[in-house]
């Protein structure tokens, strides 16, 4: 009994080990074998595109309580397959909008992927959600428990905010900037380790919405299952229309050691044998090559490109030095962004096979400053809480307190101004000192706002003139973790006579018609930088 025992679990790991790269169908399900050293094999479902099964090594990945699907799911789709050569294997999902491809390539733990749009779906939003065993794979990367709601205990607002452990945890504290977030992943350590991984690329994200710092959902425990996704585009913090076209390349990959790179070396330009509506190769692209100049040397130097077509971003080094990723031909503009504050906009023309050379200077300033609170980098680093703010709620026990606060310039931290001013928790006070008395302008540089509020100012006894209400985003922001939105700023003129010899004081306070909801969902500003000039 033990020998015949033996030789079927022998037989059984050397028919594992051994699969087959090929794909065949069985009823309804689509069967694909990857052929890899790590044996992936998924299923696919022939009416609905939904992936219904993942197994890695024979061990199901896949949550049964619902699929892995673009958007929620396309309800019913064309679904056909076919082996390119002898190293594709291409499943391709259509409706009347949308055509979504699963690519297995011989050898790879890795389903690779890419969606073409003509409409945006009816729930608004673009993204793939991986719905994953989570006993199977219990560990986020790379923020961890920050979006684990398993066994909350209660909610902070609406649907998506919960407390744990007396923590607050939602899904969206799992974001990344863009053009940092190349992979995040799914993990069981240990000596049977997995690692489930998003891994993107400049592709990945030329047809999102967004651009370099937009951030949205990657991971979310939710008990039963874990939620793994790439969100393409998404009307959380809207700041510019859906682009249509092919989303993508993205890959979704399988490994047992260590989370694997994203970015550059995720190559997927073999899509260009594949027949993929939208693929531009990268001998249909240009790049962009230049220097920026005129940005602090304390900041980063971020490049992007967009149009109506596609978007693309890039780091310049140290010396100002950068080059774009592979573009589409088309005319762009192109940005310099002194770490996330915008400091120069220009045109640009990218040719097929060709690199164009853009340098980019940042405008300077022409006023002298008397006083400055905060960098102009278009983020509220320094201020209280925000080092926070980005994964847990702003009612959280961990946030040190609102305010009201005051600010004395020359003495006081940042840490003395709020990141954020919440018409509840009116209004920020700057003290200062002063010998200057002529005209003067006070600017006030915000990143995001949320119904309507925008900064009231009062410089001494003086009201300045009310701002024009910005332009609306409708969502919520500063409660879920973003902080990125339209970037206003705004000049505030100041008469001669109101600055005084001696003891001055400035209210900053969010003004706004609207009601909100109540607490930090009142309408509310993010700060970015105060400056007084001369």
């Given amino acids: 009994m033990f020998l015949k025992s033996a030789l079927l679990a022998t037989a059984a790991l ?5 699969a087959a790269f090929g794909v065949t169908k069985n009823g309804n399900n689509i069967v694909v074998d990857a052929g890899s050293s790590s044996p992936l094999v998924f299923t696919v479902n022939a009416n609905s595109c939904d992936i219904t099964s993942i197994k890695l090594r ?9 699929g892995s699907h673009i958007s929620s799911g396309l309800g019913t789709a064309t679904v056909k397959y076919e082996t390119i050569g002898s190293q594709y294997i291409k499943v391709t999902c259509t409706t009347s909008t949308l055509t979504h491809y699963l690519v297995a390539k011989s050898g790879e733990s890795t389903i690779y992927m890419a969606t073409h749009t003509t409409a945006e779906p009816t729930i608004g939003e673009l993204r793939f959600i991986a719905r994953l065993k989570s006993a199977s794979l219990p560990l986020e990367f790379p923020f961890g428990a920050v979006s684990t709601t398993a066994g909350s205990s209660s909610t902070v607002e609406g649907s998506d905010v919960f407390v744990v452990n007396s923590q607050t945890r939602s899904k969206f504290y799992s974001s990344e900037r863009f053009i940092d977030d190349t992979r995040v992943s799914l993990s069981r350590d240990g000596t049977d380790a997995i690692h489930a991984c998003f891994l993107l690329n400049s592709y990945s994200y030329e047809g999102s919405s967004g651009g370099p710092f937009f951030r949205d959902i990657n991971t979310n425990n939710n008990g039963p299952s874990t939620s793994l996704t790439f ?3 998404s009307g959380h913090v809207q700041t510019e229309k859906f682009r249509m ?3 993508g390349p993205y890959a979704l990959a399988f490994t047992r050691s260590g989370v694997p790179e994203g970015g550059s070396r995720l190559d997927t330009t073999f899509f260009k044998d594949l027949g993929i509506t939208g693929y531009v190769a990268p001998s249909g692209r240009g790049t962009v090559s230049g220097t920026a100049s005129g940005v602090g040397s304390s900041f980063q130097k971020v490049l992007h490109w967009y149009n109506d077509a596609a978007q693309y971003f890039a780091y310049a080094d140290s010396a100002g030095k950068f080059t774009s990723p592979a573009m589409k031909p088309g005319t762009y503009t192109q940005v310099l962004y002194q770490g996330e ?3 120069k ?3 640009v023309s990218v040719s097929a096979g060709k690199t164009t050379t853009a340098n980019i200077a940042a405008d300077t300033e022409t006023k002298t400053s008397i006083w400055r609170i905060g960098e102009w980098d278009g983020q509220p680093k320094g201020f209280r809480n925000a080092d926070k703010q980005l994964r847990m709620h702003p009612s959280d026990s961990r946030m040190a307190s609102w305010g009201p606060l005051t600010y004395t310039v020359g003495s006081s931290s940042l840490d003395s101004v709020p990141m954020a001013l919440v018409k509840d928790n009116n209004p920020l006070t700057i003290k200062f000192s002063n010998t200057y008395t002529a005209a003067a302008t006070l600017r006030v540089g915000t990143t995001l706002s949320f119904a309507g509020c925008r900064p009231a100012v009062v410089v001494n006894s003086f009201n300045a003139a009310a701002p024009a209400t910005p332009t609306k985003i409708d969502s919520r922001g500063f409660t879920r973790g ?3 939105g339209f970037g206003e700023v705004y000049n505030y003129a100041i008469p001669a006579g109101t600055l005084v010899s001696g003891s001055n004081t400035i209210t900053i306070s969010c003004l706004s018609g609207a009601a909100g909801g109540g607490g930090f969902l009142s309408p509310n500003v993010i700060l970015d930088a105060i400056e007084l000039f001369r």
């Fill in 14 to 18: 050397s028919s594992s080990a051994l």
């Fill in 58 to 66: 024979g061990e199901e990945l896949q949550s049964p309580e619902k």
């Fill in 231 to 233: 969100y393409m585009n």
């Fill in 245 to 247: 076209g092919l989303h």
């Fill in 341 to 343: 504050f915008k400091v």
């Fill in 345 to 347: 906009a220009a045109s």
């Fill in 482 to 484: 973003a902080y990125r």
